[in-house]
Each structure stands twice: as structure tokens, then as C-alpha cells.
């Protein structure tokens, strides 16, 4: 080779190799840019309206001003709470079916093919399916029956998470402590499933984003409630619900709170999202991968 | 203290393939011995069917006899009981990634549901002196990860694991293919060190180490034991020219 074919063909990977670097950063700036502009746009019509009565005021009737969300940020907790005892266990267990025990067996793949299903199912159809098995059954909206819809749509997430997680696992972790005399079952949830939870926090904290935001699966379960309850056998409002009664009212004082609402409800899934991290992440060593 | 194995008639099986035939042989007791032959022989099959790693394969299967001490450990015993008196130590370090180097130690012990707190300390001092990692870990027992450690270091902490659960066999997978040449020379003076209270087998592809390390040395080809005597025997003068040929280098 010519040392001016040299010259030219370091010339062109010098520019290819900062194309590719300019493509990449592009690539990053238009996917972090929707949620900036999301962000701000909520920031810009909601923090206006947010102050103490919106965290501790119930809804005015409608045409007075003021007034607050309380209750269906409560609502919100509880339904998002009941749905994580719902969906996280299953969905944990059920991936840890997938990876672990029934690998390879037909019935893993039918569950497997079943979660898949689930997770495209749309999500006013899961509120119809559980208003026809849980509210018909119970004769009344609840929070229930709201909780159950969310858990069920996490299944699916959790549990695929869970199985792709475990999967990562090196084989040589799972023969070390074989090889040590611990019994498989043991193995698997003290090893194989400890080495994999970072990743399975990270699925339960995607699924629990997911149904955070929901309304369609409230509509024909929670209800909605314009005033405070904590009660699981009674109709409960969720912010979505709120936010989407209110987006819809002709009054602008509903308008605003719910430019506020869909800020809090934001800010509230970033800070439960960071606070898993941070409870999870504490107590890890240095080095560990 | 270390007991002696007695192979009878061993087969072992990955799906159809026959990849150990008829093994016999004895091996003695607070001894270190050899494995030696080529890519593919046998020997890694062999050692796993010493403590049942082998049937951990869906599609592994064995016939035969293999007594440890006084118990056929394949008539007698379950795997997990098997494995807790026959120690592994793998070719690649598998520290626990997410345990520091303590509860890697004492990882064995905790998780057969064991507990006491000033025991465990004294069981990972002890494994980690012997191990000789202590000197190099003891101010980072809990802050650091297994993983955090180099590849040298990590075979030691897998070898005090092993050695944690007080197994009386201490099977040995190629354990220094994958280290430097220090650290593989500090592996070989432990294995020095632990086989005066262990019975210790280890499969190399390395012939000077078989020949450092071990009182004898078995020689495998194509899923079959061609020889097995002293070391120094099967170095000098082998007695079936298979095995001459290997040790000189004319093939494997």
C-alpha cells in the first residue's frame, strides 16, 4: 500500500468514526427530547395551579375555583398499591417459572406465549373483563376491582422481565452454588434471582410507570370519586380518571388543575421510580457488576 | 481430613454420546492427582460424575460405581449431601457477583442454614488463611464485591468457598488456565499446602503442573483411562506408548 492510499483511507475512518459519533448523539437528543418537552410544557401550565389546596383540598363543585386533587392522588396510591401486590409476586413468580423450572417444558411455553397475549391486550378490554369478573361479582365499582385491572396488566411485564433477567445470569453462578451443595430451589432465589434483581427492579419499575398512567381500565372499575376515600370496597378516583374528567370539562378552572395534575402525577412516578432505586441500591458493593 | 475414591466401571453419557467408557481406578486419600490428556478426553466429564455436577445437564447420564469414603455416591446419597463433602473449584472464578468476599465465603454455610455469626467468622478466617487470600482481603471482608477482585484473587476466594463448607474431596477443573503465571503459581503452592488435609483432583492441559503438584496422575484419551500411576512414572517411563506419545509432544 502506497503511503497516499494510507493517508486517504485513515482520512475517510477518521470521518466516518465522527459521522457515526454525530449520528449517535443526534439519535440520543431526539429520544431524551420529547420527554424534556413534555416536561416543560407541563411545568409551564401546571406549576401555576399547584399549591398547598392541590395536595390537600378535594375537588370544588364544578364552576367554583379552587379546590384540590387529594383524593385522587390517595386514590392513586392505593390502586398503584394494590396492583403491585397483585402483579409484581405473580409476575416475579411466573418469570421464575419460565427461566428456572419449566425451561424448555411445552406448558412454559404456552404461559410464555400467554403473557406475550396479555401484554397486547388492550387496556379498555382488561377494564371490561375485570368490571364483568370482579364488579358484576361484587355489585358495586371499587378500588378493588380498579387495583386488580392495574395488577393484571403488569403481569405480563414483570414477568417476561423477570424471565430475561434470570436468563442473563451466567451458568457459572448457577454452578458454583450447585456445586456447593445448595439445593436447586434454594439456588435459584437466593443466587440466581438476588444476582438478577437490579434488572428485575428495573422490569417491576417499568410495569409500575405503565399502569401508573392508565385511565382506560379504571372507567368501568374504580369509577372515579369526587370526594376522599380510602376504602377498598368503594368507587375511587385515580389521576388519570381526574385528569381526563377534567381535559374535558368546559370550565377553566378545571382545565388548569388538570395541567397540575398530569405535573404531579409525572413527578410523583419519577420520585417513586428514584426511590425504589435508592432503597434497592443501597448496601451494594463496590465492584460489583 | 481427606478420604480415598474408588471408580468402578464408570460411563458417563451427554445425550448419545459416549464420552466416558469403563473407568476404573483408585485414588488415594490426602493425595493430590492428576488428570491429563487432550481437549475433549473425558476428564472434565470425569470429575463432575465425582460429585454428580454431571446429571445437572438435562441430557447427562451415568452407570457405575464411584465410593467416596464409606458412601456409593451414586446409590447411597442425594447430590446436595454429595456436593457439600466433595468441593469444586471451576476453570473460569465464579465469585457470587453481588456478595462481598465475606458472604462468598460464607455463602456454602448460609445458605444450608447455617447462622451463628462468631462461628462463620472463624470458619471465613480460617478458609481465607488457607486459601491464602486473607492477608490481601481482611480490611475489605464486607465493603468489597467478589467480583471486584482480580481473576487470581477470585480463584482463591472460589477455593476458600469450596474449602468453607469443610468437604473432605476438593475437585479441581482446570483451575489455573485461566490466571497469569503468578498467580497459577500461587494456586499451586496452596494446592501444595491443602492436600496434606484434603483429597484433591485436578485436571490441567498444563503437564509441568501435573508434574509439580501430584503424587499421580491418571492420563485420559477419548473418553478412556489409558494410564494411571506415580507421577514420576507417567513422566519418565509410561509404560503404554499412547501416553509416551502425549507427554512428548508428538500429538493432543
Known amino acids: 500500500m502506497s ?18 459519533t454525530a449520528l449517535s448523539i443526534l439519535a440520543t437528543v431526539l429520544v431524551v427530547a420529547p420527554l424534556v418537552a413534555i416536561f416543560a410544557y407541563l411545568v409551564f401550565k ?12 378535594i375537588p370544588k363543585p364544578e364552576g367554583e375555583s379552587g379546590g384540590g386533587m387529594a383524593n385522587a392522588i390517595v386514590g392513586s396510591g392505593i390502586l398503584l398499591g394494590v396492583a403491585s401486590l397483585l402483579g409484581v409476586p405473580i409476575g416475579i413468580g411466573g418469570g421464575i417459572f419460565l427461566a428456572e423450572f419449566g425451561r424448555g417444558t411445552k406448558f412454559a411455553n404456552a404461559v410464555r406465549f400467554t403473557a406475550d397475549v396479555l401484554n397486547g391486550v388492550p387496556s379498555i378490554v382488561m377494564g371490561l373483563a375485570v368490571y364483568s369478573l370482579v364488579v358484576v361479582q361484587q355489585k358495586t365499582f371499587s378500588a378493588f376491582a380498579g387495583g386488580v385491572a392495574l395488577g393484571i396488566m403488569m403481569i405480563p411485564t414483570v414477568c417476561r422481565t423477570t424471565e430475561e433477567m434470570l436468563l442473563m445470569v451466567p451458568h457459572a453462578v448457577r454452578e458454583a452454588a450447585l456445586g456447593l451443595g445448595v439445593p436447586n430451589w434454594r439456588s435459584v432465589l437466593s443466587i440466581t434471582v438476588k444476582t438478577a434483581s437490579p434488572g428485575i427492579i428495573t422490569g417491576c419499575m417499568l410495569a409500575f ?81 | 481430613m481427606g478420604v480415598g475414591i474408588e471408580v ?31 481437549s475433549g478426553c473425558g476428564k472434565s466429564t470425569f470429575v463432575r460424575c465425582l460429585n454428580r455436577m454431571h446429571e445437572t445437564n438435562p441430557i447427562a447420564r451415568v452407570t457405575g460405581s464411584v465410593r467416596i469414603g464409606d458412601i456409593d455416591i451414586y446409590a447411597d446419597a442425594k447430590p446436595v ?28 454455610l448460609k445458605l444450608n442454614g447455617y447462622s451463628n455469626r462468631r462461628v462463620l467468622d472463624e470458619i471465613v478466617e480460617k478458609s481465607l488463611k488457607n486459601s491464602a487470600l486473607w492477608d490481601e482481603v481482611k480490611d475489605d471482608l464486607r465493603k468489597k464485591s467478589g467480583a471486584s477482585l482480580s481473576g487470581g484473587q477470585q480463584q482463591r476466594l472460589c477455593i476458600a468457598r469450596a474449602l468453607a463448607v469443610d468437604p473432605e474431596v476438593l475437585l479441581m477443573d482446570e483451575p489455573a488456565s485461566a490466571l497469569d503465571p503468578v498467580s497459577t503459581s500461587k494456586i499451586e503452592d496452596l494446592i501444595f499446602q491443602l492436600k496434606s488435609q484434603y483429597t ?41 506408548k499412547r501416553t509416551e506419545d502425549y507427554i512428548t509432544g508428538r500429538f493432543g
Do not use: C
Not at chain 1, 369509577?223 to 368507587?235: D, K, Q, R
Open chain 1, 209 to 289: 410507570a405503565r399502569v401508573a398512567g392508565e385511565t382506560a381500565p379504571l372507567l368501568f372499575t374504580a369509577l372515579g370519586n369526587s370526594f376522599m376515600s380510602t376504602s377498598l370496597n368503594h368507587p375511587i378516583e385515580a389521576l388519570p380518571l381526574q385528569i381526563y374528567i377534567f381535559a374535558n370539562s368546559p370550565y377553566d378552572d378545571q382545565h388548569r388543575l388538570a395541567w397540575a395534575g398530569s405535573l404531579v402525577l409525572i413527578v410523583l412516578i419519577v420520585l417513586a421510580v428514584s426511590l425504589v432505586r435508592y432503597v434497592t441500591s443501597r448496601g451494594v458493593l463496590k465492584g460489583a457488576s
Open chain 1, 46 to 57: 401546571g406549576a401555576s395551579s399547584l399549591n398547598l389546596d392541590f395536595f390537600t383540598k
Open chain 2, 81 to 108: 449431601q454429595i456436593r457439600r463433602r466433595v468441593g469444586m473449584v471451576f476453570q473460569r472464578p465464579n465469585p457470587f457477583p453481588t456478595m462481598s468476599i465475606y458472604d462468598n465465603v460464607a455463602s456454602g
Open chain 2, 200 to 240: 484433591i483432583v485436578i485436571v490441567t492441559h498444563n503437564m509441568q503442573q501435573a508434574a509439580r503438584v501430584a503424587e499421580k496422575t491418571g492420563f485420559f484419551l477419548n473418553g478412556r483411562m489409558v494410564e494411571f500411576d506415580a507421577t514420576h512414572k507417567i513422566f519418565t517411563n509410561p509404560s503404554d
Open chain 2, 8 to 38: 468402578k466401571n464408570l460411563n458417563a453419557w451427554y445425550g448419545t454420546n459416549h464420552t466416558l467408557q469403563d473407568i476404573n481406578l483408585n485414588i488415594p486419600a490426602n493425595h493430590a492427582t492428576a488428570l491429563i490428556g487432550p
Open chain 1, 3 to 20: 503511503a497516499e492510499t494510507f493517508k486517504f483511507r485513515t482520512r475517510m475512518r477518521t470521518l466516518t468514526d465522527s459521522a457515526v
